[in-house]
């Protein structure tokens, strides 16, 4: 039932693989990637995966291995606050492996309070981070090969173990204000 697409980016995404769940053609999809160019596009990039799983089903769970470097350089059809709704929006988890080095940066202002400019804040500082915590995700660093796969066999555990938690009032009926108080006094 799981499905998988591939998509690469450089200045400019690129789909290799749509959604299939053919094993074989995923693999053949991964082993085909060359190289691209120096841009980094990861804004525009996201953007078209999120706009892949308006094909899916509602009901599928919808997530983004983001393989990548920790920064947008050279997006040009999206910017920050268009991906953060994007991503709440379609209902989509990002899990991030980044190959960049934290780098060490002294903030010279004070950020305001406000959540969103918080959070715009945080993808220019680092977008993979950012966006995994946003959606619930994971956010791992790597320096080898071995720590790449440690943590992608990590996030395919935590992305298939998950919970779905519900709420569903006694009575599904909007009522007025009065109304409520009153049930709610003769409830105690």
């Not at 966006?131 to 996030?155: C, I, P, W």
Request: overall charge negative; proline content about 5%; hydrophobic content about 35%.
């Amino acid at each position: 039932r799981d499905q998988a697409a591939i998509l690469t980016f450089d200045s400019r995404p690129r789909l290799v693989q749509d959604f299939t769940s053919d094993s074989d053609a995923i693999s053949h999809s991964l082993s085909s990637i060359a190289p691209g160019n120096t841009g980094a596009a990861l804004f525009d990039a996201l953007h078209v995966a999120i706009n892949l799983f308006s094909k899916a089903p509602l009901q599928n769970r919808r997530v983004i291995l983001l393989i990548s470097g920790e920064h947008d350089h050279g997006s040009d059809a999206s910017d920050a606050a268009s991906l953060i709704r994007g991503v709440s929006l379609g209902d989509v988890s990002v899990y991030s492996l980044t190959f960049a080095p934290p780098k060490k940066e002294l903030l010279n202002r004070l950020w305001s309070m406000n959540p969103l400019a918080m959070t715009a804040s945080a993808m220019r500082k680092n977008a993979a981070e950012a966006l995994a915590q946003l959606t619930g995700g994971d956010f791992y660093r790597f320096d080898s090969e071995k720590s790449f796969e440690e943590h992608v066999g990590e996030m395919s555990n935590h992305m298939h173990n998950r919970y779905c938690v519900a709420f569903q009032p006694r009575d599904p009926e909007p009522r007025s204000e009065e109304h409520t108080s009153e049930l709610q006094s003769r409830q105690y």
